[in-house]
């Protein structure tokens, strides 16, 4: 029984296909020519990719449907006219987890960097776990399944969660959620699915608008929580903080990042381990293991500058990563670079992002990308977020050597897609002009 992706290279369906092949499932899948970083890890298992084409499709295969395609993907329709068996992306999920201990981390922002330190903290424990920076790993043994739950069109409410992890909640993905209340409406349900414990970050002013009905382990800094971190001290690359719980003090921690933010997503873990009673020496020494997940703050050192790739696409993210860049590179210029994805984003945020681009000291704009037709949005532009900044410029690969001018600077790219071939045109120009 071979089981086939539509939409393969997709960050979630990525994982996916790789979890099922772990399993020992057949797997392969289909999706455009061009490459995307996520095909990395399923080349690298052997798994089969190939480009759209109703042929493809055969008696006897199981469908893994994408949720970017619809019924008029031409292999999604070839399926039904066989009668085919078709599973959405979540759907395939839930078959896979409602028997495990499902850690579902779910919140508007920080989702992939919390199930990525998940991940590496009950390493040695045992835990399959699905990433949608395109990472997913499982066997057949592992007790724990540690899942990044999307709210997008409340798909997290496919799954049934031992633990229900909430990061935060802001209004997002605007083309579906009416208004906020919308949307705390959904994490509102999806907390109250969870089996044993609902993890919250109670820093979030929405979170504490939440209606739960299960037993609840805030965390935050704030003293009105269950699980704090205090006394945090930065030096260099490493933040050390005390971890206090219900009142006591549980650990000093050693923290391979810098980025309030990040100590917060490390928070949740934390609490994870305390209500699953797992060894505080094994949490000390897995939390020091912790790496960024694909495409989260990744740093390069390039010529005399440092390059940051990161997935920041919400103007909460922009700002936590621009503030996680201050922080720590403090005499350096932060250029901040970004690329939206999604014109319904930045009609109702085009302010909010101006707003948190300011925090640079100097700030490009690209075109914003499309992955798909937005249909009342023809007058939505990168202008409406340049026009609110104080030092904004827009950019593209035919201006990009503006960004020669800058040495000792910290040149942060940030987009959910493809900035990274801006990154290459600078540093293609860069090495021509260093010679």
Do not use: W
Not at 130 to 141: P, V
Not at 346 to 371: M, P, Q, R, T, W
């Amino acid at each position: 029984m071979i089981y086939y992706f539509i939409g393969i290279k997709g960050s979630g369906m990525a994982s996916l296909a790789e979890i099922m092949f772990d399993l020992g499932y057949k797997v392969m899948g289909s999706d455009k020519k061009d490459h995307f970083f996520t095909e990395d890890g399923l080349r690298k298992k052997g798994i089969e990719i190939l480009e759209f084409n109703k042929d493809n499709i055969k008696d006897g295969m199981i469908i893994v449907q994408g949720n970017a395609f619809n019924d008029e993907n031409e292999e999604v329709a070839r399926a039904h006219e066989l009668g085919l068996t078709i599973y959405s992306y979540q759907e395939m999920i839930a078959k896979l987890t409602n028997d495990t201990k499902l850690i579902a981390i779910s919140g508007c922002h920080g989702k992939t960097t919390t199930t990525t330190m998940m991940s590496k903290v009950f390493e040695n424990i045992g835990i399959n776990y699905l990433i949608g920076d395109g990472s997913g790993y499982a066997d057949k043994g592992n007790e724990y399944f540690a899942l990044e739950a999307c709210e997008f069109k409340r798909h997290f409410l496919s799954y049934n969660p031992y633990y229900a992890v909430i990061t935060n909640v802001e209004l997002d993905h605007t083309d579906y959620y009416k208004d906020l209340d919308d949307v705390i409406d959904a994490f509102n349900t999806f907390a109250n699915k969870a089996r044993k414990y609902v993890i919250v970050c109670g820093d979030d002013k929405n979170t504490r608008k939440l209606t739960i009905n299960k037993p609840v382990l805030y965390y935050g800094f704030k003293d009105n929580n269950d699980v704090i971190a205090k006394n945090i001290h930065v030096s260099g690359e490493v933040t050390t903080a005390d971890i206090y719980i219900k009142g006591d003090f549980y650990a000093t921690l050693n923290f391979p990042f810098v980025g309030d933010h990040l100590i917060l997503n490390a928070l949740a873990v934390i609490s994870v381990c305390y209500l699953e009673n797992i060894d505080i020496e094994e949490v000390k020494k897995q939390v020091e293991k912790i790496k960024h997940a694909k495409r989260r703050f990744i740093e390069e050192k390039f010529l005399d500058n440092i390059l940051i790739d990161d997935y920041a696409h919400h103007p909460t993210e922009v700002k936590v990563t621009i503030e996680a860049a201050r922080k720590k590179y403090p005499d350096k210029k932060i250029i901040a670079l970004f690329k939206a994805h999604t014109k319904s984003r930045v009609k109702y945020f085009h302010k909010e992002f101006a707003d948190a681009l300011n925090l640079a000291d100097k700030s490009y704009v690209l075109e914003i990308g499309e992955d798909r037709k937005e249909v009342g949005y023809d007058d939505v532009s990168h202008n409406d977020i340049l026009k609110y900044t104080k030092n904004g410029e827009f950019i593209d690969l035919n201006t990009a050597d503006k960004l020669l001018q800058y040495h000792n600077a910290v040149l942060l790219f940030m987009s959910s897609k493809d900035i990274y071939v801006l990154a290459n045109k600078y540093k293609e120009l860069a090495l021509k002009d260093s010679k």
